[in-house]
């Protein structure tokens, strides 16, 4: 057939974009050009210290390649595959003959992350991606017959694209639905935990997983309440701690969010069977690296890296936390809490 006899396209219909008030936009759908991978808009928002829109920077990039050292042929985990940045740098390491496994809850974000790896050359030979917690790591190794990894990685808590989507209900900054959810077809929304707890259970659980000071006063206010949005559950905050200076409060708002999130992802029991399995899934030798940005996290990894070096099962440990550096951190504010510690699987 001619190219004439071709049946016609119908026109494809011109999408408008979404209209901004003001020079910049400032709502993440607004941001279009950061969403559009406009090089030039996005080298702006990294330069001014932010992150742009559906993207995230990975942290303490030089620092952990240092400390897993990945080598080519090597087996590699990146556990919270995420924007797939470590992941990048890793692969680039352990490639000709490695394969890296990531892993990731997210089944909104995941679907992206594969097809901008594997845009970039990373074919199902040396990249696979899971759809799961990393709580089922030994599975996931047991259905590809992986005896051990060389490295893994962890990287906790939620990713930049999962915060700034007002979708997620992550987010103190702007309104959504009351979720936090890192997969929303699990579990419940937050909004419905909020609803059913009791205000001891839920003072209990702000002290728990954020080391609230005012929990029993905001278990009190909050249990029990139906909130449809991440702002009226900010403004209830506020208004049950009437004479507490605005910006103190903004620092219970966001533990309170801290400690609801960590709650309806089970984060510590995750982490907890992550830490349970993880010499099992490294082979004699192999380096795991763990990145936490707040205490619960740490304390448990702290915890499970020290006892395992007591009982021989990792030949070294990090002695210290290792930190973002100063210039880091002032370009990517996010990295400022981050703790990073790692241990060597023994060679038996
Ligand atoms: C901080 S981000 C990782 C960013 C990633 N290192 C990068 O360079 O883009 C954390 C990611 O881990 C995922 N995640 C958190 N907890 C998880 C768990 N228990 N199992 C699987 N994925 C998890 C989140 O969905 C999120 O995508």
Redesign the pocket.
């Known amino acids: 057939m001619s190219e004439e006899n071709l049946p016609s396209e119908p026109p494809v219909p011109h999408k408008r974009r979404v209209r901004y008030r003001g020079k910049n936009p400032r709502r993440f759908e607004e941001k279009y050009k950061e969403h559009g991978s406009d090089t030039a808009t996005i080298a702006k928002v990294v330069a001014a210290g932010k992150t742009p829109a559906g993207t ?4 303490m990039v030089a620092e952990i390649i240092e400390v897993l050292a990945p080598q080519p042929g090597n087996l590699a985990v ?11 740098e890793i692969l680039t390491k352990i490639l000709p003959d490695g394969k890296l496994l990531g ?4 089944p909104i ?2 679907p992206k ?1 594969e097809a901008r790896l594997r845009a970039q050359g990373f074919s199902d030979n040396v990249f696979s991606t899971h759809r ?4 089922g790591l030994p599975q996931i190794l047991a259905a590809q017959e992986i005896a051990g990894a060389d490295v893994i ?10 915060i700034d989507d007002p979708a997620r209900g992550f987010s103190v900054k702007f309104s959504g639905p009351l979720d936090m959810r ?2 929303p077809q699990r579990g419940q929304p937050v909004s419905a935990l909020l609803k059913k707890i009791q205000p001891a259970a839920l003072a209990q659980l702000l002290m728990q997983n954020a080391d609230e000071p005012k929990a029993v006063q905001l278990g009190s206010a909050l249990a029990g309440k139906s909130f449809a949005t991440t702002h009226e559950l900010a403004e209830a905050i506020r208004a049950a701690l009437p004479h507490v200076p605005k910006e103190e409060c903004h620092l219970n708002i966001r533990r309170v969010f801290q400690a609801l999130r960590i709650a309806v ?1 089970d ?1 510590f029991s ?2 907890d069977n ?1 830490l349970r399995n993880l010499p099992a899934c490294l082979k004699p030798g192999g380096r795991v690296a763990i ?1 936490t ?1 707040h205490s619960g996290e740490d304390r448990r990894v702290k915890k499970a890296f020290i006892n395992g070096h007591e009982t021989g099962i990792y030949s070294a440990i990090s002695q210290d936390i290792i930190r973002a550096t100063p210039e880091e951190q002032r370009a990517n504010p996010r990295s400022a809490p981050a703790k990073l510690r790692w241990a060597r699987r023994a060679n038996v």
């Not at 990146?78 to 990048?88: I, K, R, S, V």
């Open positions: 995230h920077r990975p942290i990146d556990c919270t595959l995420g924007y797939g940045g470590h992941a990048q892993l990731d809850q997210d974000e995941l992350t799961s917690n990393f709580a990685l962890a990287d906790l808590g939620v990713s930049s694209m999962q890192m997969n992802n984060e995750a982490l992550l990145l940005f």
